[in-house]
Structure formats: structure tokens, C-alpha cells
């Protein structure tokens, strides 16, 4: 194996696993304090990509692209909870399913009509086109690794907010009992609301940033939901450090899964049938990894504490 | 007597709350064992551990000879292990007749039948029938559930728990908001069990407690503080003080005041 | 949507069988008039329904009766149609054994997907039976000698010996309704037997069955896997209908439209399943027609049934028959 072909992937996987965190971070605290499932949160997603870069296409500041992408996510996620949302809090699960479901297929259509249905142009930001020389004489873009770094600050802050603010604690302490709070007079409703918002913003952020290295297209959404989804599993609904560590372990999973199975399967299969089964088992890798957990650990690797009744 | 429910060493935290620490309890044939203590003192903490619904953090418990502490909530039932619940838990959208009828089904032949309505097999309906007249709801068996009085509820539950002949009887608080007349009918009932399994008791009620129990176990804090019949146990001060004593530390809510009146009018007698 | 099946009274016994009755006989007459008109388009159109009700059927035991929202149901429908594919790939075309073989990988596949998500309930359970339903799809995908993302073409539809070709549209769409037929006269005997009972009272109070001594959690994977095995089924049914199997088959939208069908029809009746099916694609076809993007229609139009049909069709059809 290339040690420096694994840096590069490494590197990847660790970008694909923060960006998936700014999705799964806000979709797991929604589950964790009103036990609702939003399938529209992939939406959100791709609604900051679009925002971000129709702003670039028409301004050509980046600066501003990027920060419409979360400005107009938090709009559509709090639209979202005034049209359909705030009818379906009390409902079952299958009916918040079909409802963010109708959610979801309107606004990809919706996209695919007004943008048309090939991907949109969303070129590098002028000052990131280079490469960073990697120890060892690899080169990687400096626009994942500002991903890198603009996920890492954002995991940083969040924890920050939910261990240091008061605004924080509750949400950390709506997640663990939600029953409590309501007991103590706090407005559980605003607090998810303020949750929703944040998260939204965030998965509008994550599209921003994506923009550049991934097909801005309509659908884009469904793909990284249905990934957010694997890792609230794996981590533990409801839990943010789980939502962390599932992400980098899927963001790792698939990227290395993908870059080296096939190599590695070459070891003990004949090439012929490896390059068969590579592809399909690194396709398939994340979803065994979260089975493998689901096996040892039912609620995840980091569940939450629920409090005793 | 041997004992048919044994507890050996049950200790159960909550983050920094003991709710049962090194409790041991011993359930004979054919008693009556009463467990009493105010609120917050493990009483439904012990019941959840007996059942299987919560896993104990160290101990053990033997039903009939057979450890059963690894086993789930659904094995130990089907072991003979019955019990209602401090909210009575029944079936609110089936009929009375087939909430007994599903659980004379849990012990009667395989539930694993596709094909044939279950509604109309006499061989489920018959026994639940005979159950629900012993227990006075004969006349209610095709109403549905959700229609029954709170009383009635407790009944039903009751008798769900009696069609399946268990060895162990847990019962929590069966008396909890039962109207005064329906409340006799429900002691006698109990009393009458005595000859067919042994029974558990939690319950606030300290007349009901003294009238019918064979033996009580006093929990405070999730600690045994006394067992043995119930003059003994009447007698006994640390009894007395953690029910008659200083308001000590305000752990108690105002349940417990309610209880705490009951419970002296219950040992001045 | 809570169209909780009550217990069953006489009178309602009646009216579920004349309105399931009814459902039938249109079907049936429907089929009898495209045929006389001599339109294969729509005869096609209608077996596409029957087999999009199988499916729904099935996956009303699991939601509707059982209690578990399977947002991965495709997946099974993929299994089942794929064995089709690629047994006839292979040159074996002989429909006792393809079948068999196609509907027992269906419950295979349903037996390992239930076991892991059974571990589970609630929001993990939906957003794990969506996963494993996705990991499916990327498997397909990935089986580049069966075509890939481009789907397999069936050359050979399953063969029976002479007496039942499968090949006339005619027999594949009676076939389709003989078969539908028998899985909602099997499911609804399952529904009031013991099993169907254990089922239904799981659904209501879990903690109450299982302090009855009922093993919840092995009567939900038998329901699963049984649910699993008839979409398979389905699966058999849209390969030999379309000639054709693609990843498509497996993707997670139709996986939601499945469930949109049960609940637009009325959740836990299973004639609502077969009825919100046919609806369904019947909607689906007039909407097409009206416009290329039929979805911006489609969706709003599935929130306005969550929203505001409580029991969907089935229940709308008792409000008007029964008004207080």
C-alpha cells in the first residue's frame, strides 16, 4: 500500500466524515429532544449548496456564497417547521416519515425545475485552485483541507456552546429527558426550534462547502441523509460525540473501503474475482460496519444516558 | 416453606442514586409478603429488577429453584412469574374477554398459528371467561377495555395475571385510587390467592398492608431496614422513626405525608 | 396515520368484506375492460398496479398490523426480481424453480435486515431499515456482470410448461390478480389468528405482552419476514412484467412510495393497501401526463394526506358510510 496514497485518503476520509458531522450533528439533536424524523434535513443540504452557488455565479465573492448558504438553510429549515413540521410533533413516526418524504421529493423536483437537472457550475474560489505539498512530496487541495479546518473550528464551537452556554446545557439535558425541562418551565418547543435552526444552518454550511468538490445537483440531499442516517446509528441517537465518531469512522469506512479493498482483497482472492468483489463490499462497507455495532451495541457507540423514570 | 422468589445482593444505581443496595428479599409459597417504605425507597426499582425490566448492577434472583437473573422480562413470565402494574397496563382497543384470552395464549399451546381466528377458540376463551367471573367482570367481558372504570382496570389486570396460574404474584400499589368498596372486594380476592402462589405486595395502604400480609419488608433508601411478620415489624424502631421520625431532610415528598398519617393511624391501632 | 384496526364487531366485519369485495370486482372489471378494448398499454399499466398492491399488501403486515415502519421494503422487491434476472441470465428459466428460489432470498435477505433492525425500535429502526435498504441498492449497482447501473435485461420470462404462458399479457395480469387475491385472503386470516393477535396487542402495549411471557421481538421477525418474502414475491411478478431488472427497482423513493400507498389507502386494513396502490398509480399516470414534474403535485399532496386523512381512503369510505 502507498504510504502516501494512504495519507491522502485518510485526509479524504477525514473531510468526507466532518462534513457529514455538520449534517448528522443537527438531525441527531431533533431526534434526541422531540423524537422527530425529518428526512428534509438532506434538503437543507442541498438547499445551501444551490444558495451558495447561484451567489457565487451572480457575485463572484466567495465569501458571500458561503454565507448564503447556512443564511438561506436557516430560512428553508424554519419554513419547513411553520408549513409542516410543527403538524406532525405529536404525530407517529410513519407520519413525520411521509410528510418530510413529501417534503422531500417537492423540493428536489422543485430544483430540477428551476435550475434544470444537470449539475450546477460551482468553480474552486479564486486563492484555493493550489495544492498543499504533503510531507513525503504528495500534494493535496487546499479547498478540502479549509473544509478540514472550517469542520473542525464548527465541531469545536458546537461542543463548546452545548458544554459552556446555558442555551447548551439544555439542549444537552432535553436530549437525556426531555420531560424534565418541561417540568422546570423551559419552552421545549423553542429550544427545538433554536436546535432546528442551528441545525439547518449547519447542513446548509456543509453544502456550501461541499459545492466545489461535489455535483451540485438536484437529489444531492437524499445521499448524504441517508449517510447522516448510518451515523446517528453507529454513534448513538440523540448523542453528538457519537455523531463525531460515527462520522469519521464512516467518513474513513467508505474512503478507505474504497481506495484499498480491492488491493487488499488482491492478497487472498484470485485479481479477477478481487476486482469483482472489491467494488461491491467497499460500496457496501459503511452499511456492514453499522451492522457489526448494531451486533455488539444495539443503541450505538455513544448512546445517550436516558434518565431512569 | 421453601422460598419460591429469592433475592440475594440486588444493587441498582441511577447515576448517583441508589435505588437498591445489597437487598435481599425471600418470597415463600403460599405468603403474602408485603413491601412497604415512602416514596423514592426502591420499592418500584425492586419490582422492576424482579420482572427483568431493569438488569441489577450486582445480586441474583432464583424463581422456583432456577436462577433467572440473566433471564429477559418475557422468560421469567413464562416461568411463572405474574404481575399489574402500578398504571394499570392492559390492551385499551381489544375486548375484556380477549385481553385475558391473549394471556391464557401465552401459555396455552403455540402463538405461532397463522390461519385460524383466534376470536372465536373456545380453548383461549373458555379459561379467560372462568378467570374474569372469578374476579367479579363476568358481565363487562365483551366491552372494550379502554371503556373500563379505573377499578375495573385493576381487575382486569388482575385477572390476566391469575388465568396463567403463576408461581409468583408481583402486584404494585393494586389498591392505588380504587373506589373503598371496590378496594374490599379486591382484598378479599387477594386473599383467597394465598392458597394457589406466593404474592408480592407494594402498596401504600398500611390498613390493607397489616390486614393481609404474612410477612413486610421495610425499604428506606433502597436498604432492607426490617422483615419479619407484621407486629414485629410494627414494633420495630428504626421502622418507626423512618416513618414517625423528623422530617429528615425533606427526601419525602407529600405522598409520603399521606402515607406517614395512614401508617401512624395503622400502628396506633 | 392511526386507523387502529378495533375489534372486530359483526356489522364491521361485513362492511371490511363488502368494501375488500368491492376493491376486488373493480379490479377485475377493469382488467376485463382493457382487454375487451384491446389495450395492452393499459392492461400493462394495471398489472404494474397489481404488483405495486403486492408489495403494498405486504408491507402493511409489517407497518400497518406489526407495527414496524420499514422504510427499506424495496430492497426486497429488488432481491426477488433480481433472482429473476439473473437465473435467467444464467439460461435457468424454469419458473418452479426461479420462483421458489427468488421468494426465498426475499425472506432471506428480510430475515437478516429484521434481525439487526429488530434490535432497535422507533427512529433507529426506520433510519436502519432505509440504511440496509440503501446497501442493497449500491450492491446492484456494483454487479457489473448483471449489467451495473444499467439494469439486465430479461430475454426469457419465467416458463411454466404449456399451460401457463406468461408471455400473453393477458395471463401475466390475472395471474397477478390471482395471486394478489391469495395474499390478502392469507393476511387477513393471519391478522385475527393467534399470530396476527399476538401482533396487534405488541403494537398497543409492548411491556404488557412481554410481562405476559410473549417473546415480542421473535413474533415481529416472523411478520417481517413473511412481509419480506410476498414483496420478493412482487419482485418475481415486476421482473416478468417489465422484462427488465435495474438498481432503480431498489432505490429508497420507492421504498417511501410503498408506504404512501399503505397509508393512502388506510393503515392495518390491507383492501387500503391494494386500494392506495391502485390509486396511487393511477395518480401517478394522470399526473405524468399532465406535466413531466408531477412531483411538485405528488408531494404537497402526500403531506395533505398525512395532514388531514386520518385512516386515509378506507377510513374516509367508513366516515361516509357510518356518519356518527
Redesign the interface.
Known amino acids: 500500500m502507498d504510504p502516501l496514497l494512504l495519507l491522502v485518503q485518510l485526509l479524504n476520509g477525514v473531510q468526507l466524515g466532518l462534513l457529514l458531522f455538520l449534517v448528522a450533528a443537527g438531525l441527531t439533536l431533533v431526534?434526541g429532544i422531540l423524537?422527530v424524523?425529518n428526512?428534509a434535513h438532506g434538503v437543507l443540504y442541498m438547499v445551501g449548496a444551490y444558495a451558495a452557488a447561484v451567489v457565487l455565479v451572480r457575485s463572484g465573492h466567495f465569501a458571500l456564497a458561503v454565507l448564503a448558504g447556512p443564511l438561506v438553510a436557516l430560512g428553508a429549515g424554519l419554513a419547513l417547521d411553520r408549513l409542516?413540521l410543527r403538524?406532525?410533533y405529536d404525530?407517529?413516526?410513519?407520519?413525520q416519515?411521509?410528510?418530510t418524504?413529501?417534503?422531500?421529493?417537492?423540493?428536489?423536483?422543485?430544483v430540477?425545475?428551476l435550475f434544470g437537472p444537470a449539475a450546477l457550475p460551482f468553480p474552486l474560489p479564486a486563492g484555493f485552485e493550489w495544492s498543499v505539498r504533503l510531507p513525503g512530496g504528495a500534494t493535496y487541495p487546499a479547498w478540502r483541507l479549509a473544509i478540514i479546518a472550517a469542520g473542525a473550528i464548527l465541531a469545536f464551537l458546537l461542543f463548546w456552546v452545548l458544554t459552556r452556554t446555558r442555551a447548551g446545557m439544555l439542549v444537552r439535558a432535553a436530549a437525556t429527558d426531555p420531560a424534565m425541562l418541561e417540568m422546570l418551565g423551559v419552552d421545549v418547543r423553542r429550544l427545538f426550534l433554536l436546535v432546528l435552526g442551528a441545525g439547518a444552518a449547519l447542513a446548509g454550511f456543509a453544502g456550501a462547502m461541499a459545492g466545489p468538490i461535489v455535483a451540485v445537483q438536484p437529489g444531492m440531499g437524499?445521499q448524504i441523509l441517508?449517510l447522516a442516517?448510518?451515523v446517528?446509528?453507529t454513534g448513538g441517537?440523540g448523542s453528538v460525540q457519537g455523531a463525531l465518531l460515527g462520522s469519521l469512522l464512516v467518513g474513513l469506512a467508505d474512503t478507505l473501503g474504497r481506495s484499498f479493498l480491492t488491493d487488499m482483497l488482491r492478497l487472498a482472492l484470485p485479481p479477477a474475482a478481487a476486482n469483482?468483489v472489491g467494488?461491491?463490499l467497499a460500496?457496501?462497507l459503511i452499511?456492514?460496519v453499522?451492522?457489526g455495532v448494531?451486533?455488539a451495541r444495539?443503541?450505538g457507540l455513544m448512546p445517550v444516558r436516558r434518565?431512569?423514570r | 416453606m421453601t422460598a419460591v422468589l429469592l433475592a440475594r445482593g440486588l444493587a441498582k444505581s441511577?447515576g448517583a442514586?441508589v435505588?437498591a443496595a445489597d437487598l435481599d428479599l425471600e418470597l415463600r409459597a403460599n405468603e403474602i409478603h408485603a413491601v412497604i417504605g415512602p416514596n423514592g425507597a426502591g420499592k418500584t426499582t425492586l419490582l422492576g429488577l424482579l420482572a427483568g425490566e431493569l438488569r441489577p448492577d450486582a445480586g441474583r434472583i432464583v424463581l422456583a429453584g432456577r436462577d433467572i437473573t440473566p433471564l429477559p422480562v418475557h422468560a421469567r413470565a413464562a416461568l411463572g412469574l405474574g404481575r399489574t402494574f402500578q398504571v394499570s397496563s392492559v390492551l385499551p382497543s381489544f375486548t375484556v374477554l380477549e385481553n385475558v384470552a391473549i394471556a391464557v395464549q401465552a401459555r396455552a399451546g403455540s402463538s405461532f398459528r397463522f390461519l385460524r381466528a383466534a376470536e372465536t377458540d373456545e380453548s383461549l376463551n373458555g379459561p379467560a371467561r372462568s378467570s374474569l367471573d372469578k374476579v367479579g367482570l363476568g358481565a363487562l367481558a365483551d366491552r372494550p377495555a379502554s371503556t373500563l372504570a379505573h377499578g375495573e382496570r385493576r381487575l382486569l389486570e388482575l385477572a390476566m395475571a391469575l388465568v396463567q396460574r403463576p408461581r409468583v404474584l408481583l402486584l404494585d400499589e393494586p389498591l392505588a385510587g380504587v373506589a373503598p368498596a371496590e378496594a374490599e372486594q379486591l382484598l378479599a380476592l387477594l386473599e383467597s390467592l394465598r392458597s394457589e402462589m406466593g404474592i408480592l405486595l407494594v402498596e401504600h395502604d398500611m390498613d390493607a398492608v397489616f390486614r393481609l400480609a404474612d410477612r413486610v419488608t421495610v425499604l428506606v433508601h433502597g436498604r432492607v431496614i426490617a422483615s419479619g411478620a407484621p407486629a414485629e415489624v410494627r414494633r420495630d424502631p428504626a421502622v418507626r422513626s423512618a416513618y414517625l421520625g423528623e422530617d429528615d431532610e425533606g427526601a419525602f415528598d407529600d405522598r409520603t405525608d399521606q402515607l406517614r398519617v395512614t401508617g401512624r393511624a395503622s400502628f396506633r391501632r | 396515520?392511526?386507523a387502529r384496526p378495533r375489534q372486530r364487531s359483526r356489522p364491521a366485519a361485513r362492511a371490511e368484506a363488502i368494501l375488500a369485495s368491492a376493491v376486488f370486482t373493480a379490479i377485475a372489471a377493469l382488467l376485463v375492460i382493457a382487454d375487451f378494448l384491446d389495450q395492452p398499454f393499459y392492461l400493462k399499466l394495471l398489472t404494474r398496479a397489481l404488483v405495486l398492491a403486492l408489495a403494498a399488501l405486504a408491507l402493511d403486515l409489517a407497518?400497518g398490523i406489526a407495527g414496524l415502519?420499514s422504510?427499506g421494503h424495496a430492497a426486497f422487491l429488488g432481491v426477488g426480481a433480481y433472482v429473476i434476472g439473473i437465473s435467467a441470465e444464467h439460461g435457468m428459466t424454469n419458473g418452479w424453480v426461479q420462483w421458489p428460489l427468488a421468494v426465498a432470498a426475499a425472506a432471506s435477505a428480510a430475515l437478516v435486515v429484521g434481525g439487526?433492525?429488530l434490535?432497535?425500535r422507533?427512529?433507529?429502526f426506520?433510519?436502519?431499515t432505509?440504511?440496509?435498504g440503501?446497501?442493497f441498492f449500491?450492491?446492484a449497482?456494483?454487479?457489473?456482470?448483471y449489467g451495473g447501473d444499467d439494469g439486465l435485461t430479461i430475454w426469457t420470462r419465467s416458463q411454466f410448461g404449456t399451460w401457463l404462458s406468461l408471455s400473453d399479457r393477458r395471463t401475466l395480469a390475472w395471474l397477478s390478480l390471482s395471486i394478489l387475491l391469495a395474499a390478502y385472503l392469507f393476511l387477513r386470516k393471519l391478522r385475527w389468528s393467534r399470530f396476527g393477535r399476538v401482533l396487534r396487542a405488541a403494537k398497543e402495549n409492548e411491556r404488557r405482552m412481554a410481562a405476559l411471557g410473549f417473546a415480542v421481538g421473535r413474533f415481529r421477525l416472523v411478520a417481517f419476514v413473511i412481509s419480506g418474502a410476498l414483496t420478493g414475491l412482487a419482485g418475481v411478478l415486476l421482473a416478468n412484467l417489465t422484462e427488465f431488472v435495474a438498481p432503480a427497482y431498489l432505490s429508497?423513493?420507492r421504498s417511501?412510495e410503498l408506504?404512501?400507498m399503505v397509508?393512502l389507502g388506510g393503515?392495518g386494513t390491507l383492501h387500503g393497501a391494494v386500494l392506495g396502490a391502485f390509486v396511487f398509480v393511477l395518480l401517478e399516470e394522470v399526473l405524468a401526463r399532465l406535466t413531466t414534474?408531477w412531483?411538485?403535485l405528488?408531494?404537497?399532496?402526500?403531506?395533505l394526506?398525512?395532514?388531514a386523512g386520518r385512516g386515509g381512503l378506507v377510513g374516509l369510505v367508513q366516515r361516509i358510510d357510518a356518519p356518527r
Open positions: 431526534f423524537d424524523i428526512l409542516v403538524f406532525v404525530r407517529d413516526h410513519l407520519d416519515v411521509l410528510a418524504f413529501g417534503v422531500l421529493i417537492f423540493v428536489n423536483e422543485l430540477r425545475v437524499d441517508i442516517f448510518v446517528i446509528v441517537t469483482e467494488p461491491a460500496s457496501m452499511y456492514l453499522m451492522a448494531l451486533l444495539p443503541r434518565a431512569a | 441511577f442514586v435505588a | 396515520m392511526t407497518v415502519v422504510l439487526l433492525s434490535r432497535t422507533g427512529v433507529q426506520i433510519m436502519i432505509l440504511a440496509f440503501q446497501m449500491y450492491l449497482n456494483s454487479l457489473s456482470r429508497w423513493h417511501g408506504l404512501a397509508v393503515l414534474h412531483a411538485l405528488f408531494g404537497p399532496f402526500l403531506v394526506v398525512v395532514l
